[in-house]
């Protein structure tokens, strides 16, 4: 049975300060939320002291990116060695990674291995730009996203997916419910064919882009989907609090009724 997780994408937003304040307004309220794997990805100049506040508590840490070199002469970047000290999980991969920072797939597999290697676990991102998907070659675009990343990669670990349609991100223009089902289907289709059924079952699958909590609702109904990558709404404690907990409830009821069944 998959965990369904929720992940905050804070992006390049808070000061250390209002990292420490923001985490405050919703550390009480997301470790009392049973049924969800609960992450937060600050900038990394705030992993050490948000790592401090979530202690003793059921919230996870990321990291937004990662270096694919373990240390050297690499000035401004953050190694997998470094990151392993601190966090759990890192956001590889993003769309705005690979568009306003070139990353191309082959850079986006280092990373992946990398972090695998350094027993982290990485949330790798994965979707379409708004041409690609109205030229109807998503599941094209994503087939090939998912052979350049995962290239050469045998064991999975503890590796995510997220699904986020580019032209969903930051839009406010969020995929429909059913839309996002249908193309995450498509993902553990692919994921089964070169890894297994099994594996592909147990893989963890978000969709992201424009989640807030007015539609989260419609994403948590949908079988395929374990959860959501977050951007602006992770920022408001009331709405990043209000997604995890009817994460949990959705989630919770489906897995009651399954295993009601057996
Ligand atoms: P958004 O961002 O929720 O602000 O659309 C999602 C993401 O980039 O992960």
Avoid at 54 to 72: C, M, R
Wanted: proline share 3%; charged share 25%; net charge neutral.
């Amino acid at each position: 049975m998959r965990v369904p997780m929720i992940a905050g994408n804070w992006k390049m937003n808070t000061t250390v300060s209002e990292a420490i304040e923001l985490v405050n307004q919703m550390r009480r309220g997301l470790d009392e939320i049973a049924d969800v794997d609960k992450v937060i990805c600050p900038p990394f100049i705030s992993l050490a002291a948000v790592r401090e506040l979530i202690k003793g508590s059921s919230i996870k840490l990321g990291a937004q990116n990662i270096y694919f070199e373990e240390k050297g002469a690499y000035t401004g970047e953050i190694s997998p060695l470094m990151l392993a000290d601190l966090c759990e999980f890192v956001i590889i991969g993003h769309s705005e990674r690979r568009h306003y920072f070139n990353e191309s797939g082959e850079i986006v597999n280092k990373k992946i291995r990398a972090a695998l290697k350094a027993g982290l676990k990485p949330i790798l991102c994965i979707g379409e730009r708004l041409e690609e998907n109205e030229a109807g070659r998503t599941k094209e675009v994503l087939t090939e996203q998912l052979r350049s990343s995962l290239a050469g990669i045998d064991n999975l670990g503890g590796l995510i997916i997220a699904y986020e349609p580019v032209w969903a991100i930051g839009t406010g223009r969020a995929a429909t419910g059913k839309q996002a089902n249908e193309t995450v289907g498509f993902i553990r289709q692919t994921i089964s064919q070169k890894y297994g059924k099994r594996i592909a079952q147990d893989l963890r699958i978000l969709y992201g882009g424009s989640v807030t909590a007015a539609n989260t609702d419609e994403f948590m109904q949908q079988p395929e989907i374990d959860g959501a990558l977050v951007g602006g709404a992770s920022l408001k404690a009331d709405q990043f609090l209000s997604i995890v907990r009817q994460t949990s409830e959705i989630k919770g009821e489906s897995k009651r009724g399954e295993a009601s069944l057996i």
